[in-house]
């Protein structure tokens, strides 16, 4: 019983890991039609920014605020030097993206070097959770990214803005005719799925090794998320779930490696029997 | 000196100073022409067939752990031909991984982007697979001291088996290159800028995506294989991201529509790192992460595209396709037309198309009309297999073909020609014609043998004299105007030849002048050679000029049909269109 109530745990905690580093990929490329090969190091970038104010003695909160300032930040720029020019073409801001990881982990790896970093864990300890111990650092986590993905969807759904984005998402022409800036809008899209990566990347840094190459691990799965959840943010948190309690489930019956091919194999599946996958050609 | 000779000149002399230059310049140089002839077969998938591969490296890696496995397998149990076989396992290895990646992305209809994002995740996996699968790859460490090429008790000197490792690239580079000249690689090049088109002419594009990827996938798994021969060592470096990303900038730098830049671009790069080593290697990477962002913003169509544009054009002259003029095909076989029965289609709980009964089974040209909205388009779409039908039937020539794919129904006998002019604008006229006159009878193999002449049909021929295409046949297709475009598009329809003819709006954008051709086009069809053509048209004058029937179409459901005097006269039909009510009352 304890087991399972663990077990159960484990897997509500990864899923909450997958769905917050999901759900910035799923805004750019749900709305976007952007293929953000470099969420990752967005994600890496925020993990760094807490590694850097904890290194001045600053508090985690000021980390996590600081990585978001810091993604929006770099989404913004990204948005108005690379994407905007290339919205023509999915494939060069494909291209483009996949060649901007390239130079920012060089660029990281140039400025911290190859070595992992660590940030302290802000909530040490462990909480009883129906009689079974839990990390209280991953609950806190757990309960932040449902947060945060709620606090999205909502936006979305319920205000002004969200009404716009989706505009410009279904019809980008249309829009404009409307009176709606469709590229301040994208612009706004994009800083933000680049601040959740960032977000996720300070949210996850006192759990892991932070590196350079740290954000390839964790977008392996999150774009997994995103094939499975198609072109709809709300069904991230679902696709997560799923994702999480197949990888967990395997890893702990067999091992590491056969879990990661585990959900491979549950994405693909996933988009073979999904007759409304998002990446489907519209013919 | 032939241009393809000149053009590729720089690689065999590469070759030759991998073999001359001492061990350690001529082994990487050996090793950079390896990798130059991986990226030129990206190049082929993704340049000219338009399928982005980022992770090329998975092919390309698990050839090279194939070749190395066999090879210490083979010397550890005294086998005297490990290398061959482990040259054979790497294209085995390759072309089957090639090919179940593409039977799970490309024939599911995966668009460009979602295959693209298939591939970055397979090579995500891939190199975790081969960094943990310790038994058989070695783990991080990889496999170490593999066997330098050799073929039974002969051992080659090390000068000799660079040879035989340059040699071996240079066969492949030339063997990719010519692929991509030939009929083949430009019939690829038009899947790429139009795969409907392409389907509508009898080529089977699933097929021939499939095809070229799995056939790179060959040729990457093999010089995988050489290439661990050469440096005797794999690691799962060679597997994953950062190589599938190497791939992908050299063959963006070096400009993926030709098999020669990536080439010199690999050569380049990899070189520069090499030089550069310790030190200053990861400002290297940097600056090459910049270029290529800088390409793919600044020159999307490479750098070598940009230089070959500087040179004398008489260096790369066009091809010459000579189009000649077939005999009038025989009549007088009995042909049963087309049959559609109660054929409906719906999208969701919106019904497009509900029980159509349409005869196409004498000589005529049938239009089709109705109000914007009322299905015809959507009716050719679904009789052409382009749109899954929901209900019903259809009969080509007396036999069965409900539910077919477009390219079936072209070889059946089919004729599309579309709304929205529809031809591969990277190619000429001549081009053009030439791959529309081979997509009922060429498969892949045939492309590859075909040489380029092509001998057109006389309704062709009266399309291409009357638009005054015969001495403007080296143009580029995309540079045509709106109405010649749609000429050329019935003339490439007219080319693969058909026995039923479905016209999509042919005389949309036309000249008065334009519109009389095609009248003209199309009555010489009925009478010459009692073709069945149903035409979806909104030009009544035009309508009066060639109809021998009218179908009207409202809400997807049939409203009438008859001659022209007969729907002219129907109440309910002007009602339709002018909006009285029908039976006349105000």
């Not at chain 1, 205000?159 to 301040?184: C, H, K, M």
């Not at chain 2, 009266?462 to 019935?490: I, P």
């Not at chain 2, 179409?553 to 049939?558: F, N, Y």
Request: hydrophobic share 55%; proline share 4%; aromatic share 8%.
């Amino acid at each position: 019983m304890d087991q399972t109530i663990a077990l159960t745990l484990g897997v509500l905690s990864s899923a909450a890991v997958l769905a917050l580093t999901a759900v910035g990929l799923s805004l750019s490329f749900g709305l976007m039609r952007i293929i953000n090969l470099a969420h990752g190091e967005f994600l890496t970038v925020g993990a760094y920014s807490s590694v850097v104010t904890a290194d001045h003695g600053l508090s985690w909160g000021v980390g996590l605020a600081a990585a978001a300032a810091v993604g929006l930040g770099m989404g913004a720029l990204t948005e108005l030097l690379l994407i905007r020019r290339l919205y023509r073409s999915p494939e060069l801001s494909i291209l483009a993206t996949f060649g901007l990881s390239i130079v920012v982990r060089q660029l990281i790896q140039l400025a911290y070097g190859k070595d992992y970093r660590t940030v302290a864990n802000p909530l040490p300890g462990a909480t009883q959770v129906l009689g079974v111990p839990f990390p209280t650092y991953q609950l806190l986590l757990t309960g932040f990214a449902v947060a945060i993905v709620v606090a999205v969807l909502a936006v979305l759904r319920f205000t002004s803005l969200g009404l716009r984005v989706r505009a410009v998402a279904d019809d980008a022409a249309l829009s404009e005719t409307l009176g709606v800036p469709s590229t301040r809008v994208n612009l706004v899209v994009f800083a933000t799925s680049a601040a959740l990566a960032a977000t996720a990347g300070a949210l996850v840094a006192p759990l892991t090794n932070v590196q350079p190459d740290m954000g390839l691990d964790y977008v392996f799965t999150a774009f997994l998320v995103v094939i499975v959840a198609g072109r709809r943010v709300a069904p991230v948190l679902v696709a997560a779930l799923g994702l999480a309690a197949v990888q967990n489930l395997t890893t702990f019956w067999t091992d590491p490696l056969l879990a990661r091919l585990a959900i491979l194999v549950l994405a693909f599946l996933a988009v073979q029997v999904r007759p409304s996958a998002g990446f489907r050609v519209a013919t | 000196m032939n241009p393809f000779v000149r053009q590729l000149l720089p690689i065999p002399l590469a070759a030759a100073a991998a073999v001359l230059a001492g061990p350690y310049a001529g082994g990487l140089l050996a090793q950079f022409l390896v990798l130059g002839t991986v990226t030129a077969a990206l190049a082929l998938t993704w340049g000219t067939a338009g399928i982005l591969n980022l992770g090329h490296s998975v092919t390309f890696g698990a050839g090279a752990y194939a070749g190395a496995w066999f090879s210490l397998f083979a010397e550890a149990h005294g086998g005297a031909y490990g290398s061959l076989a482990g040259l054979g396992a790497g294209a085995l290895l390759g072309g089957v991984m090639a090919w179940l990646i593409a039977a799970v992305g490309l024939r599911r209809r995966l668009d460009a982007v979602g295959f693209a994002l298939v591939t970055f995740v397979v090579a995500l996996a891939a190199e975790q697979v081969a960094g943990r699968w310790t038994g058989v790859t070695g783990g991080f460490n990889g496999l170490t001291d593999i066997p330098r090429f050799h073929i039974g008790a002969l051992s080659f000197t090390p000068t000799a088996a660079r040879g035989v490792t340059a040699g071996l690239a240079v066969l492949v580079i030339v063997l990719l290159a010519s692929l991509a000249r030939r009929p083949y690689g430009v019939a690829l090049a038009a899947v790429r800028d139009n795969e409907r088109r392409m389907a509508a002419l009898g080529y089977d594009v699933g097929a021939a995506k499939t095809g070229v990827f799995t056939f790179t996938g060959v040729v990457a798994g093999l010089m995988g294989a050489v290439y661990v021969m050469q440096v005797q060592f794999v690691s799962p470096g060679l597997i994953g991201l950062v190589m599938g990303t190497n791939f992908v900038v050299w063959a963006m730098l070096g400009s993926r529509r030709t098999v020669w830049g990536p080439v010199v671009a690999t050569l380049v790069v990899s070189a520069g790192a090499n030089l550069l080593a310790d030190a200053a290697l990861d400002y290297w990477l940097l600056v090459t992460g910049a270029a290529f962002v800088a390409a793919v913003v600044l020159v999307p169509d490479g750098v070598a595209v940009v230089v070959r544009h500087r040179m004398p054009a008489r260096w790369f002259p066009a091809r010459r396709v000579v189009l000649g003029r077939a005999a009038p095909v025989a009549d007088g076989q009995a042909r049963e037309g087309l049959v559609v029965r109660s054929v409906g289609c719906r999208f969701g709980p919106f019904t497009a198309l509900r029980g159509v009964d349409l005869d196409l089974t004498e000589p005529g040209v049938h239009c089709l009309i109705g109000p914007n909205g009322a299905g015809k388009s959507t009716l050719l779409d679904v009789l052409s297999g382009f749109t899954p039908a929901t209900d019903g039937s259809w009969r080509l020539n007396g036999q069965d073909v409900t539910g077919r794919p477009p390219w079936e129904l072209t070889r059946s006998g089919l004729g599309r020609k579309f709304q929205a002019p529809s031809i591969a604008g990277s190619l000429t006229l001549a081009e053009n014609l030439a791959l529309a006159r081979w997509g009922r009878t060429h498969g892949a193999r045939a492309l590859v043998r075909q040489r380029w002449t092509a001998n057109l049909p006389p309704e062709a021929w009266f399309v291409l004299d009357a638009a005054g295409f015969a001495d403007r046949m080296d143009t580029l297709a995309g540079s045509l105007s709106h109405g010649e475009q749609q000429l050329l598009e019935l003339a490439m329809t007219l080319t693969a030849g058909c026995d039923v003819l479905l016209l999509d709006e042919p005389t949309a954008g036309m000249t008065r002048s334009e519109t009389e051709q095609v009248a003209e086009v199309l009555r010489g069809l009925v009478h010459d050679h009692g073709l069945p053509v149903l035409v979806v048209e909104h030009d009544m004058a035009f309508i009066r000029s060639v109809a021998d029937r009218v179908t009207v179409l409202r809400g997807g459901e049939v409203m009438a049909t008859g001659t022209v005097a007969e729907i002219e006269s129907n109440s309910e039909v002007s009602a339709v269109y002018v909006g009285r009510a029908a039976g006349g009352r105000p």
